[in-house]
């Protein structure tokens, strides 16, 4: 299946098996260069990917990937999609989570429960692997829960904050 992947501000046309989700070795293609890529589901929403011989240890959030701390946002187009079609959306509508991307612990919450904030901005540092990561809310809205303290011990996919 081909699809056109923006990811991190680009895009890219990947091709990918139909069973690409499922565990085993895979083939796939980005932007015409073959992968080989090895899946292994961990808890729900946590792939270990080893792909051209480099592991990844990958968190699926609603639109993102983490990867090693970091957020990456990702929209999909399957080309036999209608383009334009309603309701179609960007996926910003509704309530939207920032999870742990890995286990650590909060060292500080920059944002109360009813603050407005905008895209991208910060509102949990948890410390992981002696280093601090700073997570943003993928949306612009209000914070209608903070559901960690500081010093709070978090395990990966644990939801952080929501965001309307």
Known sequence: MKRWVQFDGRTRCVEIPDDVGNP?????????????????LGQEDVLSLIADGRQYRCILDGDAVIIAGHRYEFAMEDPRSLRGRSGSGDGAAGPRPVKAPMPGRVVR??????????????????????????????KAGRISKVAVAVDATVEAGQVLIIVE
């Open 24 to 40: 085993g070795h895979h083939v796939c293609e980005v932007d015409g260069r073959v992968l080989d890529v090895d899946v292994s």
């Open 109 to 138: 919450v920059l944002v109360a429960q009813g603050d407005e904030v905008e895209a991208m901005q910060g509102v949990v540092v948890i410390e992981a692997m002696k280093m601090q990561n700073e997570l943003k809310v993928p």
